[in-house]
């Protein structure tokens, strides 16, 4: 689904943020191994929003969905920058 031209996210919503503990266990015993972790520990907090609500492990407040994408599309821009700023320290 595409919102103004931006890709979105479709995510499971509830009365009140939910975690599925069940999934989120199920996920942590079979899929979050050793090799998956190393592919993905320099992802940021975004990826692994994304992950959550795709594999069902969260589910947003309802009506939240797009004040969370709202937050994922400015998330990369406040990583680079936070990057670009310690860069620049450095020097």
């Known amino acids: 689904m595409r919102e103004h031209g931006e890709p979105t996210v479709c995510v499971d919503e509830a009365s009140q ?3 599925d503990a069940e999934a989120a266990c199920l996920f942590v ?8 972790m190393l592919d993905t520990q ?6 692994s929003a994304h992950l959550s609500l795709h594999e069902g492990i969260v589910k947003l407040l309802t009506g939240m969905s797009p004040r969370h994408q709202d937050m ?3 998330g990369p821009y406040f990583s680079r920058l936070a990057q670009r ?5 450095r020097t």
């Open 42 to 47: 320099h992802r940021g907090a975004t990826d």
């Open 85 to 89: 700023l310690n860069d620049a320290r």
């Open 17 to 19: 943020l939910e975690v």
């Open 72 to 74: 994922a599309t400015r």
């Open 29 to 36: 015993t079979c899929t979050y191994d050793t090799a998956f």
